[in-house]
């Protein structure tokens, strides 16, 4: 090169090396604005602001310092609570306390926010497989943020009692990252699979799952028992009746119970401070007594029968992460799991 295009060249530099030492320290107010340019991600679940499962997937999102991650999550568990709206009921809503992050925790169901780019649900403790699907709160908090129109992902992980810990939380926040980034990237892009909610299911050891699976929702449930509980104040303390008795007859006696508590009002109608508060009544009626019956109804486990590999349950007890494409219509289900399974598969590739 000519010797004074190299002059040249090095002045230019110098010139602009200076320019660099020149320019004042950031101030907070500018460092916030450039931070404010970060994609927002918003976190929800269904099993609280507590759980362990969404402060780990928080907590590693913010490590990361690509996105301005805000938390929106209920007080308590509502695990099975659904597509519940509290209505006519003063929502409270309280900043909580996790790391990096803009956190809330609201005391009722559902909390409008200013629009992110992604919404993820979880990380949910329980397989969320089948028609689980329609009882889970984190599947709702997923599906609420689709119906708003934001791409968005659930994630759970398949806890088994006696077998799982916390520290599974942790191994799941590292197998679903990669991409929870490639669909924030490719949200970005315009390239994510447009009206589509991916349900994440990670295995119960987390990192030696056999790899990511596109599934199909499968129509497994897990059984419901009703099981009635000594009638005291206190029915956690209570002792559960068998659970072998058949549900049929406890809902005969449920309804007899019924018949009896019905009668009851209508002979007692004339009295003053009289109250019926359950549909349970034992003994002979006192006109100043009260008497309560206690139910609960859980979800037991079942054996599954041997069914089609590619649906979700199947791929997840072999092991698999399965992911399952979810839409809003039916009449567009094939298009999304066609459009779902491509960009799954070139995400993973990393060929994008």
Known sequence: MPQSLISNLQEALMSRKDGEEDQPEKTDEEIAEKNSRKPVVLVTNGDGIEAPGLRLLVEALVRERRFDVHVCAPQSDKSVAGHSVTIRETLAVSSAEISGATAYEVSGHCFTWSKPVLVISGINKGSSCGQNMFYSGAIAGAREALICGIPSICISLNWKKDVSCESDFKDAVNVCLPLIYAAIRDIEEGIFPKSCLLNIEIPSSPLTNKGFKVTRQSLWRSSLSWQAVSANRHPSSGHFMSSQQSLGIKLAQLSRDASAAGAARRLNSHRK????????????????????????????????????????????ENGFVAVTPLSLSSNVQSLIQTSASNWIALALTGEQ
């Open 273 to 316: 401070n009289v109250e019926i508060e359950s549909v349970g009544v034992a003994g002979k009626f006192s006109s100043q007594q009260t008497v309560k019956k206690y139910f609960r109804q859980e979800f037991l486990d079942k054996e599954h029968e041997a069914v089609d590999e590619d649906l979700d349950f199947r791929a997840l």
